[in-house]
């Protein structure tokens, strides 16, 4: 349950926007079993359309001693249900301390009879509760074999977030794989200056060929022999 204490202050000179949203946050939080309180001197201070929206009242005194104060309360008046038993307009004017006029809704929904009632004083203690009251107080009420336990169904918020992160850790698993994959293909990628096999034994061979001709040359030249040339050779001298 929620009180808007002074609840006049929330309305002076509101904008139509806010004034709506309220209303959309009141029959919202209405339909889930939450309750709202403003808490103000007179119906009067707060609009229509907020007003149309509340079902419990609990009105205290009302003192009529300008023409606005009789027009205040005769508004007031008419926004109870009508009683055979009580004078509205005069029980609102004769009210005393702790009293106070109260109708309410029914489980159907349906406005009470209006009834004077004597509220009881609050009692309360100053800071807060110990634990043990705290807990003695939870488990007198009617409602605690029913809310004892704490259930966490899986909603579809969490539905949908698991989907997300499966959707996520997929994609990652593509990254990593074409990231892998290129990883390999620059490592067997011959680098820059590096020759392939083909290209090492060709050198080789052509090597081992020319070291030779040219050892053959200069033996030749030393001898005084003119070394015999060989067809498809690559030097002659």
Sequence with gaps: ???????????????????????????????????????????????ETVLA??????????????????????????????????????????????QALVTVLNEKGIPTEVAATMLTPPRAVMGPMAAIDCEKLMQSSPLFTKYQKAIDPVSAFEMLTDRINQKMAEENEVKAAV????????????????????????????TRQIGKEIVRGLFGMLTGKKPRSRSGGIFGF
């Design 179 to 206: 990231a892998e994959q290129k990883r390999v293909q620059e490592d067997n990628k011959p680098k820059a200056g590096e020759k392939s096999i083909v290209e090492q034994v060709m050198g080789a061979t052509i």
């Design 53 to 98: 929206q509340l079902g419990n009242r609990v009105q205290h005194a009302l003192r009529a001693f300008t023409p606005n104060d009789v027009d205040a309360l005769k508004k007031t008046v008419n926004t109870y249900p009508e009683s055979d038993f009580y004078e509205i307009d005069k029980m609102l004017t004769s009210l005393g301390t702790g």
């Design 1 to 47: 349950v929620f009180f808007f204490d002074e609840a006049h202050l929330l309305f002076n000179d509101a904008p139509k926007a806010f004034l709506e949203q309220v209303n959309t946050i009141i029959r919202l939080i209405r339909s889930k079993g939450i309750g709202v309180f403003f808490c103000t001197q007179s119906p009067m201070d707060i609009p």
